[in-house]
């Protein structure tokens, strides 16, 4: 049986009646012996602790009454952190005025603010670095030529 598919199939069930909340990505990895699945849901307004608290009993209940993994397992259901890439077009609102890299299909970068998002695009300020000096341009990007992005975490 594929593990993944198979709790990516559970946490749909479970999320079907939470509108607001969706699957990211379930990555199973490690050996027989000690396996590590990580569930990552996102919400349209952040998840908390509570949610994945409660995901993450009814999934090592349904595994342990289907007996699913091979040996021990450490399972851990989160929010992505900054370290995940936006996957879904879904995750960009909320991250509206945060600074971001956009990696393009062409394989350039652009790093910026995401000012707003649209039918289809984002847009964003992107970062143009002149000497020490730092300039602001307006750019448009269509969401078919993103190849993913991720929020940049800043210290100031």
């Given amino acids: ?14 999320l079907a009646d939470k509108p607001d909340l969706f699957l990211v990505e ?8 000690k396996n ?7 919400g349209d307004e952040g998840v908390t602790i509570d949610r994945c608290a409660e995901l993450s009993r009814k999934i090592s209940a349904d595994l342990e009454e289907k007996d699913i993994m091979d040996g021990a397992y450490r399972l851990e259901v989160s929010s992505p952190g900054v370290e995940f ?3 879904f077009e879904r995750q960009y609102p909320k991250h ?10 062409d394989d350039t970068e652009k790093i ?7 039918d289809g695009f984002i847009l964003m300020d992107e ?8 300039n602001w341009q307006e750019v448009q990007i269509k969401l078919e030529d993103i190849k ?8 100031k």
Avoid: A, W
């Fill in 36 to 42: 590590k699945v990580l569930v990552l849901i996102d």
């Fill in 127 to 134: 970062e143009i670095k002149e000497g020490k000096k730092t």
């Fill in 26 to 33: 379930v990555i199973v990895s490690g050996s027989n012996k």
């Fill in 112 to 118: 910026g603010k995401l000012k707003e998002t649209g």
């Fill in 148 to 155: 993913n992005m991720i929020v940049l975490v800043s210290f």
């Fill in 96 to 105: 509206i005025g945060r600074k971001v890299k956009v990696s393009l299909n």
């Fill in 85 to 87: 890439p936006l996957k």
């Fill in 1 to 14: 049986m594929d593990v993944k598919n198979y709790i990516e199939g559970l946490v749909q069930t479970y």
